[in-house]
């Protein structure tokens, strides 16, 4: 059995894609006598995250065009036929159904992971889609229980005095949300509390930033995380764009308010809301003259404890076994 994902990664898209892709792929190593990452060299990508994991990497060129799709269509055809791909893995947004319509004429299985959204798809099998009216002969599978934590994350509990908030918007933070957020925090009305905000790889202006709140001492700006737990672990509440970070904190039980921006982002905020496990402050609110007392009163409000051991929700490491086994059930692993 071959397998092949299609994902991308850059300062743009961010590296949550190619992320949870590694961690389903590891989950399929030795199920697959082959597997291999089907992307494209954009900038700053997160490719080195393929290689260290020692995945085969198949680079598709870059196209003058910005989206062309066709030609993206045409190269990963080419790659699928020369590795006799059986199942290709799409974790992509951009790749409409078109795309997926074309390409599924010339494999075995289509997989689309989706976040959340009603957005129409062509394909055998999806995860985490919400539109119902999809071809008829796709495999729906939604919720908790399918979402892939990428990290492994181990639960410790750090004694401190002052509830400690942390942010991270993405490895670009392109809105620059994180300078939004931290001028707001420097104000005295937060001085009970204490922050870590991380920038990202691609993050513009570290030096920046550092330099502007280097007076506060409550405020501490990281500008990188080896382990995504360590900081998760040190934080009470977690204040980010509601992308695969925030499923992580969730994991861990910590308290989230995401701040989505685009499309994908709301998608997956609106879902968590719609479970209670999570809270939204919308993007506009920075630039409101009430935006201090908004925060206060999110800072301050109670939630409900993330309880996922219950019969009703499911989040826990196990999302993306959940999917392998859906792909390539054990029974089946040397066929």
Same mark, same amino acid.
């Given at each position: 059995?071959?397998?092949?994902?299609?994902?991308?990664?850059?300062?743009? $898209?961010?590296?949550?894609?190619?992320?949870?892709?590694?961690?389903?792929?590891?989950?399929?190593?030795?199920?697959?006598?082959?597997?291999?990452?089907?992307?494209?060299?954009?900038?700053?990508?997160?490719?080195?995250?393929?290689?260290?994991?020692?995945?085969?990497?198949?680079?598709?060129?870059?196209?003058?065009?910005?989206? @062309?799709?066709?030609?993206?269509?045409?190269?990963?055809?080419?790659?699928?036929?020369?590795?006799?791909?059986?199942?290709?893995?799409?974790?992509?947004?951009?790749?409409?159904?078109?795309?997926?319509?074309?390409?599924?004429?010339?494999?075995?299985?289509?997989?689309?992971?989706?976040?959340?959204?009603?957005?129409?798809?062509?394909?055998? $099998?999806? +995860?985490? @889609?919400?539109?119902?009216?999809?071809?008829?002969?796709?495999?729906?599978?939604?919720?908790?229980?399918?979402?892939?934590?990428?990290?492994?994350?181990?639960?410790?509990?750090?004694?401190?005095?002052?509830?400690?908030?942390?942010?991270?918007?993405?490895?670009?933070?392109?809105?620059?949300?994180?300078?939004?957020?931290?001028?707001?925090?420097?104000?005295? *009305? +937060?001085?009970?509390?204490?922050?870590?905000?991380?920038?990202?790889?691609?993050?513009?202006?570290?030096?920046?930033?550092?330099? $502007?709140?280097?007076?506060?001492?409550?405020?501490?700006?990281?500008?990188?995380?080896?382990? $995504?737990?360590?900081?998760?672990?040190?934080?009470?509440?977690?204040?980010?764009?509601?992308?695969?970070?925030?499923?992580?904190?969730?994991?861990?039980?910590?308290?989230?308010?995401?701040?989505?921006?685009?499309?994908?982002?709301?998608?997956?905020?609106? +879902?968590?809301?719609?479970?209670?496990?999570?809270?939204?402050?919308?993007?506009?609110?920075?630039?409101?003259?009430?935006?201090?007392?908004?925060?206060?009163?999110?800072?301050?409000?109670?939630?409900?404890?993330?309880?996922?051991?219950?019969?009703?929700?499911?989040?826990? *490491?196990?999302?993306?076994?959940?999917?392998? *086994?859906?792909?390539?059930?054990?029974?089946?692993?040397?066929?």
């Amino acid at each position: 059995m071959n397998l092949a994902f299609r994902v991308d990664s850059s300062n743009l $898209i961010g590296a949550g894609h190619v992320r949870r892709c590694l961690k389903l792929a590891e989950d399929l190593r030795y199920k697959c006598n082959k597997i291999i990452f089907i992307t494209k060299d954009l900038k700053n990508n997160f490719n080195d995250l393929i290689k260290k994991k020692k995945f085969k990497l198949v680079l598709i060129k870059r196209s003058r065009a910005k989206k @062309n799709i066709f030609q993206d269509l045409n190269a990963t055809k080419k790659i699928c036929k020369k590795h006799a791909i059986d199942i290709l893995v799409k974790d992509h947004y951009h790749l409409n159904s078109d795309w997926e319509k074309r390409i599924k004429r010339n494999i075995n299985r289509l997989v689309v992971i989706d976040d959340f959204t009603k957005k129409k798809h062509h394909c055998d $099998i999806i +995860f985490n @889609n919400l539109n119902n009216k999809n071809i008829n002969k796709t495999k729906h599978y939604f919720g908790l229980e399918f979402v892939i934590i990428p990290s492994r994350l181990n639960k410790k509990k750090i004694k401190k005095k002052d509830t400690t908030i942390g942010t991270f918007f993405g490895s670009s933070d392109n809105a620059n949300c994180t300078k939004s957020f931290l001028r707001i925090f420097s104000q005295k *009305e +937060f001085n009970k509390f204490q922050f870590i905000s991380i920038l990202g790889k691609n993050n513009n202006n570290k030096k920046t930033k550092k330099k $502007i709140f280097k007076m506060k001492r409550n405020l501490k700006i990281v500008e990188n995380y080896k382990k $995504i737990s360590d900081f998760i672990n040190q934080i009470d509440i977690l204040i980010s764009s509601g992308g695969i970070t925030s499923f992580e904190a969730l994991f861990l039980n910590k308290r989230c308010i995401n701040v989505p921006i685009n499309f994908y982002q709301k998608t997956n905020s609106n +879902f968590q809301k719609k479970m209670k496990i999570s809270r939204i402050f919308n993007y506009s609110s920075i630039f409101k003259k009430k935006r201090k007392q908004i925060l206060l009163n999110l800072l301050f409000k109670k939630s409900n404890k993330n309880h996922f051991n219950d019969n009703k929700l499911y989040l826990d *490491e196990k999302g993306s076994k959940r999917i392998s *086994e859906i792909l390539i059930p054990s029974k089946f692993e040397d066929s």
